[in-house]
């Protein structure tokens, strides 16, 4: 990053650095699209009320309120009040509902959005920042494969992208909260914010907490952190679970889910994926699949992916619409390919050609000119003022345009790619650059960026 | 439109419609781009005081404040307390002063981006709305050329849009101004805000404003009033204004720069452009050219593309920062394109090829040929259930998939075209749809629309 953001926590890019962030962004559509998912939008302002809808969030929501209205204190506590949205699953939630009646289910669909939270800005954790999510809701039932599917796709997305190798760090709820009921501890929400917190206040915290809050025995919390510490890259966590001596229905039922996922990741997508059993996604929705991704060599960035299954999220009366869902965390991502130089374009500007004007009279025709190449997808400026040429070449230089089309007073046509100095006849309803000089090309740097 | 928006201001669209919008952004963009300009993003964020720069505006602006922050009432007189921005060129022009030592100038940029106002929403109006901008600032001076190269852009972008015929109607401040200083009425501010309303209030109460307002004498309000309603196809508005024999100097300037654009866009772009002397663009911060723009037959939905020149907006110490740029209602021309049905895609979904599943053990192999197709850009889904093949046809059919792909036992493959019904061979690896069925295409509907 070339220079601070004026404002902590809302980062901005140089036309330049905004190149790197387009590649990522038209990457993920691409392969979205791919794999047969829509794009659709939603609106940044959601009520108050929908967003605190599942109860207590973890999340520093912004609020809106006219200038010019002079009533606007207080309408914190109206659960009409509005408020910019945090993530783009909850907002989803509310559009599938809403519009139900116009979708064919499953559905299945990408959403790119800016999102906005109120929390404390540090590396990697911005105010406002985009998400790129993808998600599959089915109505009534979501076969599990799509569980599956999702892992697949975002690990396929993410290879493609200038970044460092990835792991997949996938666990069960079901899985984490049936072993918790199996070994008597019934706050499994209590238990599983406790866990969350593993990574950053560390194992023997975790014990004191359990046993603090929740009264769990010395042996119960021992059994829960003897769960969390397992990280396997194949299907044997199934075994390690086992030994554990825990027996429970939904146990068994997260052991097969994860045991699914992770066979299949193994197959498609090798050595991209753990079974890691202490990831555990705080206090949101999900009720099945959890997922939180980490760049290996970057894993104090915190998590560029997370996610999971949600099976009670969006409901219209006793009608249910589960999900699965994964979000890249796009701004995180392409902060730390831009300060660590993973990738950059070959140059700054669209611009292939700058027409260069003989005196000002000429402007029309290099009009003309402008517009036959622009006519084949060449990127191409007029200048706006008769200089000499060395000046109008300098120009083009400055702001980083490979060519310079000369036209004379006889008609007849030249080019100069000033990266070499060389110059050479054209014809402005023909030339063509080559392929690399069409467009400004994402070069990735380093060796460990894929 | 499908259906209404839940919250009123903020419009959503079906995954279909997005797909129009896409098509709109695109172009916009790939037009933009070969103009040679540069994509850059602003945060949604400003501080009030940034926002409110340049004194009183008439845009309805969106305060933020964290929920969680019990201090948050009163903070709208802080000039550092936070809103919404309520158009992008504010944003851009505090972005170029900003980053002046990073850019090369004249820069040239586009910026597609929601922005916010908090307005009484009505047909046309939302509360949140997409904009797409384009602009060109200099350091120090921009030739006026940039005025007539940017009108022509848009000319050219607009032209490119499922939209019908539409008219840029332009006008020049120094014009207007130079003019009713060379009538005596001092107050051109004053004066423009009162023409303004022209086509609210009509030609009678503008000029009672005139006089009871701004102290005009009856011979002032006609002479304003006779300014206003010239409006000619070509350059002959020159003539007509001075008919009304009025002399000054920056007056004498606005004619030929207006002369200067309304002739280029006559060569360039013939029928596009009107010069209206009636536009004043309300308290904005234009020191020139000014433009709307209106859709032949559609005019009551106001300006759809507006801007103009303001050489006094960004500036840094001595330092100034002249810029010219116009700004396309992407949500306006989006509403009435899905309201009047100018254009609807051929299919709702990304997706050509859904890969039916023989028994579920044939997953893996059917990921295999989606992985084959998709390897050609070929967008493909695989079914999640090993439903009978007649279940797993009307799936595809019901999400609007054109074709479905079997694969038997003994591994030979086969597509089906289910809006024909035809079935025969095919091979994974080298399949091709036919050209429209590769993506969604966006079929233009009406001989209205271009």
Redesign the interface.
Same mark, same amino acid.
């Given at each position: 990053m070339?220079?601070n953001?004026? #404002?902590s926590g809302?980062?901005?890019? @140089?036309?330049e650095e905004? #190149?790197v962030e #387009?590649h990522v962004l038209d990457t993920l559509r691409r392969i979205f %699209?791919?794999? &047969?998912? *829509? *794009?659709? %939008?939603?609106?940044?302002?959601e009520?108050?009320g929908q967003l605190l809808r599942k109860g207590e969030i973890d999340k520093?929501? +912004?609020? @809106?309120? =006219? @200038?010019?209205?002079e009533e606007?204190?207080?309408a914190?506590s109206d659960p009409n009040a509005?408020?910019?949205h945090f993530d783009l699953t909850v907002p989803f939630a509310?559009?599938v509902v809403?519009?139900a009646g +116009? #979708?064919?289910f499953?559905f299945? =669909?990408y959403q790119i959005q800016?999102v906005?939270r109120?929390e404390r800005p540090q590396e990697g954790r911005a =105010?406002?920042f985009t998400q790129a999510d993808i998600d599959v809701v089915g109505d009534g039932e979501l076969?599990f /494969?799509?569980d599956v599917?999702i892992a697949?796709v975002i690990a396929e997305a993410l290879s493609a992208l200038p970044i460092p190798d990835f792991r997949l760090r996938i666990n069960n709820r079901k899985l984490s909260e049936g072993f918790y009921r199996g070994i008597g501890l019934t706050d499994t929400a209590g238990v599983l914010r406790s866990i969350d917190k593993l990574e950053k206040i560390g194992a023997e915290k975790v014990a004191e907490l359990l046993k603090s809050e929740l009264g769990a025995t010395d042996e119960q919390a021992n059994a829960a952190l003897s769960l969390a510490s397992i990280q396997t890259t194949d299907t044997s966590f199934v075994e390690k679970v086992r030994a554990l001596g825990v027996t429970d229905d939904l146990l068994e039922e997260g052991l097969s889910e994860l045991e699914a996922v992770v066979a299949a990741a193994v197959?498609?997508a090798p050595g991209k994926v753990i079974a890691d059993l202490s990831i555990a996604r705080g206090l949101d929705y999900y009720t099945g699949t959890v997922v939180e991704t980490v760049l290996v060599g970057h894993e104090q960035l915190g998590s560029i992916c997370s996610g999971g299954r949600y099976d009670a999220l969006a409901t219209k009366g006793n009608r249910k619409f589960p999900g699965v869902g994964l979000s890249i965390g796009v701004t995180r991502l392409v902060s730390r390919i831009l300060s660590q130089e993973f990738a950059s374009p070959s140059r700054?500007?669209?611009?292939v050609v700058l027409v260069a004007l003989s005196d000002e009279d000429s402007?029309?025709s290099a009009?003309d000119v402008a517009a036959a190449l =622009?006519s084949r &997808? $060449?990127?191409?400026?007029?200048a706006?003022?008769a200089d000499k040429f060395g000046k109008q070449i300098k120009f083009a230089d400055? /702001?980083? $345009?490979p060519f310079v089309w000369f036209t004379s007073e006889d008609g007849t046509h030249q080019i100069k790619d000033i990266r070499s100095g060389e110059q050479y006849d054209a014809d402005p309803t023909t030339w063509m650059p080559a392929a690399e000089d069409l467009?400004p090309q994402i070069v990735v740097k380093t060796a460990d960026a894929s």
């Amino acid at each position: 990053m070339a220079r601070n953001a004026s #404002l902590s926590g809302f980062p901005e890019w @140089l036309p330049e650095e905004r #190149l790197v962030e #387009l590649h990522v962004l038209d990457t993920l559509r691409r392969i979205f %699209e791919l794999h &047969g998912f *829509s *794009s659709i %939008e939603t609106r940044a302002v959601e009520t108050v009320g929908q967003l605190l809808r599942k109860g207590e969030i973890d999340k520093e929501v +912004y609020g @809106l309120s =006219r @200038l010019q209205d002079e009533e606007a204190a207080g309408a914190k506590s109206d659960p009409n009040a509005l408020a910019l949205h945090f993530d783009l699953t909850v907002p989803f939630a509310r559009y599938v509902v809403e519009n139900a009646g +116009y #979708l064919a289910f499953p559905f299945r =669909r990408y959403q790119i959005q800016k999102v906005w939270r109120g929390e404390r800005p540090q590396e990697g954790r911005a =105010r406002e920042f985009t998400q790129a999510d993808i998600d599959v809701v089915g109505d009534g039932e979501l076969p599990f /494969r799509y569980d599956v599917e999702i892992a697949l796709v975002i690990a396929e997305a993410l290879s493609a992208l200038p970044i460092p190798d990835f792991r997949l760090r996938i666990n069960n709820r079901k899985l984490s909260e049936g072993f918790y009921r199996g070994i008597g501890l019934t706050d499994t929400a209590g238990v599983l914010r406790s866990i969350d917190k593993l990574e950053k206040i560390g194992a023997e915290k975790v014990a004191e907490l359990l046993k603090s809050e929740l009264g769990a025995t010395d042996e119960q919390a021992n059994a829960a952190l003897s769960l969390a510490s397992i990280q396997t890259t194949d299907t044997s966590f199934v075994e390690k679970v086992r030994a554990l001596g825990v027996t429970d229905d939904l146990l068994e039922e997260g052991l097969s889910e994860l045991e699914a996922v992770v066979a299949a990741a193994v197959d498609r997508a090798p050595g991209k994926v753990i079974a890691d059993l202490s990831i555990a996604r705080g206090l949101d929705y999900y009720t099945g699949t959890v997922v939180e991704t980490v760049l290996v060599g970057h894993e104090q960035l915190g998590s560029i992916c997370s996610g999971g299954r949600y099976d009670a999220l969006a409901t219209k009366g006793n009608r249910k619409f589960p999900g699965v869902g994964l979000s890249i965390g796009v701004t995180r991502l392409v902060s730390r390919i831009l300060s660590q130089e993973f990738a950059s374009p070959s140059r700054a500007v669209p611009t292939v050609v700058l027409v260069a004007l003989s005196d000002e009279d000429s402007w029309r025709s290099a009009q003309d000119v402008a517009a036959a190449l =622009r006519s084949r &997808g $060449i990127s191409t400026e007029v200048a706006a003022k008769a200089d000499k040429f060395g000046k109008q070449i300098k120009f083009a230089d400055r /702001r980083g $345009i490979p060519f310079v089309w000369f036209t004379s007073e006889d008609g007849t046509h030249q080019i100069k790619d000033i990266r070499s100095g060389e110059q050479y006849d054209a014809d402005p309803t023909t030339w063509m650059p080559a392929a690399e000089d069409l467009t400004p090309q994402i070069v990735v740097k380093t060796a460990d960026a894929s």
